[in-house]
């Protein structure tokens, strides 16, 4: 059964402060992982799509990455309005569904 | 170009009651997901429709029922409501070819908060 494990739950950095939230993925045939930005009482929104081990990409201070068996979404110098709840998703090769994590509650303090 | 909108945006229902909360999709999407968001966790998928049929289903008992129009709106339907059906109800519509041609990605609307009492 497809499985996604976020770590840590939370993580709470200071401005400027870097670091990484990690996804562990398991799928039987993986179409697609996918990272989306949630605030408090709204929909995610989406980021990025990965599809295939050693891809990356970026936007602004985020920067994703994907081996075989995890995504890892690096936060470079945030700022505090980076906080909110990060959700790392897969999709496999039969399409219809999209499984999510908990998801990690980053919290960024001036 | 219009986004994903759902109504309504709060209810509060009483057990055994039942509830239809509403979605439309995005401009030019044909496919439409509903997921189960309960405080704290991931968004559960429950199911999706593609072309007014249902396209696939998660780990949610007959209770939960939906429907899909011709303009590719949707509807969730709950019926016999339990303390635990409180939670966010998240619908995202995406372009997709019934699971073929589709790059995964999925527009959210801002949710429909339902408290179950």
């Known amino acids: 059964e497809d499985q996604v494990t976020q770590s840590p739950e939370a993580l709470r950095l200071q401005e400027g402060e870097s670091s990484s939230l990690n996804c562990s993925y398991t799928?039987?045939?993986?179409?697609?992982l996918f990272w989306y930005r949630q605030d408090p009482g709204k929909g995610p929104e989406f980021l990025f799509t990965?599809?295939?081990a050693g891809e990356e990409k970026e936007k602004e201070r985020l920067k994703a990455t994907l081996t075989k068996k995890e995504s890892f979404l690096h936060i470079t110098a945030p700022k505090p309005e980076d906080s909110a709840t990060y959700l790392c998703?897969?999709?496999?090769?039969?399409?219809?569904?999209?499984?999510f994590g908990a998801g990690t509650r980053l919290f960024v303090k001036a | 170009e219009t986004g994903v909108t759902q109504s309504p945006t709060h209810l509060i229902k009483t057990r055994g009651q039942q509830v239809t909360l509403r979605c439309s999709s995005q401009?030019?999407?044909?496919?439409v997901s509903w997921y189960q968001q309960a405080l704290g966790q991931g968004p559960q998928f429950i199911f999706q429709y593609y072309r007014e049929e249902e396209n696939g289903r998660g780990n949610f008992p007959p209770r939960f029922s939906g429907l899909q129009f011709p303009n590719y709106s949707s509807e969730l339907n709950v019926n016999a409501l339990e303390l635990d059906d409180s939670a966010l109800y998240l619908c995202?519509?995406?372009?997709?070819?019934?699971?073929?041609?589709?790059?995964?990605?999925?527009?959210f609307g801002e949710g429909s908060r339902l408290t179950v009492l």
């Open positions: 799928v039987s045939g993986l179409r697609g």
């Open positions: 401009s030019g999407h044909n496919t």
């Open positions: 995202a519509s995406s372009q997709d070819g019934g699971g073929t041609v589709n790059t995964g990605e999925l527009f």
């Open positions: 998703a897969v999709q496999d090769t039969g399409g219809f569904k999209t499984i």
């Open positions: 990965l599809y295939s």
